[in-house]
Every structure is written in C-alpha cells, then in structure tokens.
C-alpha cells in the first residue's frame, strides 16, 4: 500500500495487498442469462406440451410393442437359434406384422430421438454445441425411419 | 440410582458441551482471485448449535472477510440457502449434530447462480422468473379492495401448500435443468404460480398458465425431485409442478 492518507478513525488498514487499482480494475463479473429484449419471444406454443404428451403415450404403446417383439424374437417357439431369413420372409408375408413392425420402428425412433433432444438440451451449454448435436440426431433419425420404411414395404422373400 | 461417582462424570460431561468441528468453505473473492479456494476453520462449538452460529463465529471471531446473507436467523426470510455437505439448506435451520461433524462440514454457494463473493449469489435471474409468473392477485372486474374476498377452507386448503414458500431458492439451485443454462422457470417460479393458479379468488389462472407453457416453463422438468428433498418448507415442490402440468393438459383438451 502505497498511501500516506491517515484513514478516519475508527477504521483500520485495509488487510493485504490489493490486486488491483483504478487502472487495472476487478474482473467484472457477467450478468447472468436473462430474459431481455434480445431472446427470442415465440418460446411458447404446444410443441413442448405435445412431445411431453408423446413421451407417455408412446411410451405405454411401446410396452406392448417391444416386449411382444423381444417374446416373438428370442423367446417362444425355439428362441434366438429360429430367426433367420425364412422367419423374417415368413412374418413380412402378414400384413398385421408389417404394420406392427412399422409402427414399432416409427415409435421408437421418434421416442428415442425425442429423448435424445431432451438430453441434449439438458446437458448441452453451448449453442453451437447444441444445433451440432440436434443436427446430427435428426439426421440419423430421419435416415434410420426411411430406410426402415423402405425396407417394409420394399421387402422381397424371392431375392437372390 | 446413580451412584455419587456416575453423577459426577455427568455433571462434568454436561459442563463442556463443545466439540472441535472443521468448517470447510467454497471462498471466493473476484478481487484476490479469478478462482475460488476451499478454507478449513476450527471451532470450538456446542453441536446443538446451527450452521448459521458456526459462519457467525466465524465471520465475528476469525476472519471478518467471510461473506454470506442471512437476515432472520429463524427459516423466515429465505436468504441463507446455502449447499451444506452437498445438499441445499438453510444454515439457520441445519444443526451441527444433524450433519455428521465428526468430518469437515462443506459449506458452499447454491449452484447455478453466479457467485459474487464467497457464499453471496445473484439472485436476480431466480426473482426475474418469479416476476413473470405474475405473482400477485389479479381479479377481472373488481381490482380495488373495497370488501374481503371470501373463500371456503376447502378452496383455501387447495393451495396451502403453496403458499408456504419463503424465495430461499433452494429448491430451484438444486435443480440440474437450472443448472444447465439458467433460463428453465425453475421450481419456485412454478410453485408461487401455483399458489395462484389454484386460488378460486384469482381469474389469472389462464395467462400464468400459459406463461408456464414455454418452451423453458413446466415441461422442462424432469421429475428429479431434488426440488421437493431441498425444500426446508417441507413444501411437496414435484407434485406441485405435476398439477400445473395436469392443468395444461386438462384445461386444454
Ligand atoms: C418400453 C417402453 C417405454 C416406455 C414406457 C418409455 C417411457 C418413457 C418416458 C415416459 C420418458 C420421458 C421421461 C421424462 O420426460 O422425464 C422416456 C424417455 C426416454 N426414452 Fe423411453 N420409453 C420406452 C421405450 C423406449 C425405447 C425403445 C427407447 C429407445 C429407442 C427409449 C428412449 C428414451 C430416451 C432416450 C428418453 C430420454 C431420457 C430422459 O429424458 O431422461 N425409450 N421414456
Ligand atoms: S419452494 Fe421451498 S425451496 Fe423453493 S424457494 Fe420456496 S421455500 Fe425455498
Ligand atoms: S436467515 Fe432467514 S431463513 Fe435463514
């Protein structure tokens, strides 16, 4: 302390060296995210209640769907050791089995990448980070549903 | 019967109640430092005191500089939430010999906030939610209070819980979707909504409602329920945002 002012009395010396000066001030400390003039207004509307909504009813249909899938697949009639291409050929051959299929692969990846899209905004901090991140899973998404969508309808048992 | 001898080892027990507790505190200046130091402080100190009594000791016999908020003393005013042993409290209402002060008791900020020195936050981004929210009675027609607005105990009791809730944010600080990017409501904004939204003398219901239905409102939520174990009200936080969420759905469709 470089000083020579005789504080009033009553108050002491300032304990320790001070870091900075008026020429080298504090760090300012940043305001925290705000609501402010800048971000955006149109943050309301019925999409984020409808995904919620389709988390759980999507949810409650999937339990049918996969625990039937996984029975069907790995438990009755043999188990694991019976698929192959003339089980697959044999259950695509049904319509009821197709549509099962394809509302299974629509639902869960629809779930799936909803959740993901959850996650991502919880755990992502950066903006940019965020929009890469949505990028990619949206991509990914949409290219498993339609080549999944393809492969249903497109589906031939006679192939060679 | 106690023998003489027994009567005397009690007596002398009873005489020195204290014991030697280590606090260790998340100290941060901006004026020293850019980062923030944990600090050990030994005291001497009766374990049926609080939290509070140990930083009061603390800031009055050892080291001045120590910075937190409190203003009542007694779970009334909300300012003293702090991160104790790493669970959000009121040091005013936590007893030493409740958190095990056989170890280092941690005392640090309430996360999520920026920290302005050692356990001191800015809390304007909690009370900026809170104003949005609306937190006041709005009637349609009959603004001035020229007579008491009646209610039945039952509509009373609907929102009881509610309208326990002191501004401490605990609850919201405990919250990982907060934590992320501080611009999800957070608890306490939708439980002070809450305390409206079911009041049957206030017609605002809808528009808070609404607010709530932002893309950062109620359906960030992830149900973790830190918010409801925070709380030192005892206020049941998750069920309240649970019931704001039913609202939406069932008042719309
Ligand atoms: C079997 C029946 C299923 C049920 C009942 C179910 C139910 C749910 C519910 C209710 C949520 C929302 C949680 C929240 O909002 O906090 C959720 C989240 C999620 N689900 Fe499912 N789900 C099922 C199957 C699946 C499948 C097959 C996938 C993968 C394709 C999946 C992936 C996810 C993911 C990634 C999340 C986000 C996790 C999170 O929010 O923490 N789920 N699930
Ligand atoms: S709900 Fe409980 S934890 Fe949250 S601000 Fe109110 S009193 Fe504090
Ligand atoms: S000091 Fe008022 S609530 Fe703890």
């Known amino acids: ?160 | 019967m106690a023998t003489p001898v027994l009567d005397k080892v009690e007596a002398e027990a009873a005489e020195s109640p204290y014991i030697t507790v280590t606090f260790r505190i998340r100290r941060f200046n901006p004026e020293v430092s850019a980062d923030a130091v944990w600090e050990d402080f030994h005291l001497e100190i009766d374990p049926k005191e609080r939290v509070l009594d140990g930083l009061h000791k603390i800031k009055w016999d050892l080291d001045g500089t120590l910075t937190f908020r409190r203003s009542c003393a007694h779970g009334i005013c909300g300012s003293d939430a702090m991160r104790i042993n790493g669970k959000n409290r009121l040091a005013c209402k936590t007893l030493i010999k409740d958190i095990n002060p056989e170890k280092p008791i941690t005392v640090e900020p309430i996360k999520g906030l920026t920290v302005l020195k050692d356990l001191v936050v800015d809390m304007e981004p909690f009370f900026q939610a809170y104003r949005d929210v609306m937190p006041f009675l709005i009637t349609k027609d009959t603004n001035e209070p020229t007579r008491e607005r009646l209610q039945s105990s039952e509509d009373r009791e609907r929102f009881d819980d509610t309208t326990k809730c002191i501004l401490c944010a605990a609850c919201t600080s405990s919250c990982p979707v907060f934590w992320n990017d501080g611009q999800y409501f957070g608890p306490a904004a939708i439980v002070n909504a809450h305390r409206f939204i079911f009041d049957s003398r206030d017609e605002a219901a809808e528009q808070r409602l609404e607010i709530l239905n932002d893309r950062d409102g109620v359906w960030r939520c992830r149900t973790t329920f830190n918010c409801t174990d925070a709380c030192p009200r005892g206020i049941e936080v998750t069920k309240a945002i649970a019931e704001v969420k039913k609202a939406l759905i069932t008042r719309r469709y």
């Open chain 1, 1 to 160: 302390m470089s000083t020579t002012e005789t504080p009033a009395p009553g108050i002491g010396p300032v304990e320790g060296e001070s870091l900075y000066t008026v020429d080298n001030p504090a760090p300012l400390i940043e305001a925290p995210r705000q609501r402010t003039k800048k971000t955006p207004k149109s943050t309301r509307g019925n999409f984020e209640m409808a995904a919620w909504l389709f988390m759980r009813l999507s949810g409650i249909v999937l339990v049918v769907l996969v625990i039937g899938h996984l029975l069907i697949q790995l438990v009755l009639d043999g188990g694991v050791s019976k698929i192959g291409f003339a089980f697959v050929a044999g259950r695509w051959a049904s319509p009821f089995w197709q549509v099962w299929d394809l509302l299974m692969l629509w639902l869960a990846m629809l779930h799936g990448a909803n959740g993901l899209r959850t996650v991502i905004n919880d755990y992502a901090e950066r903006a940019d980070t965020r929009l890469w991140l949505k990028g990619l899973l949206y991509t990914a998404t949409v290219f498993t549903i339609l080549l999944g969508t393809l492969v249903i309808f497109t589906f031939d048992p006679n192939i060679r």
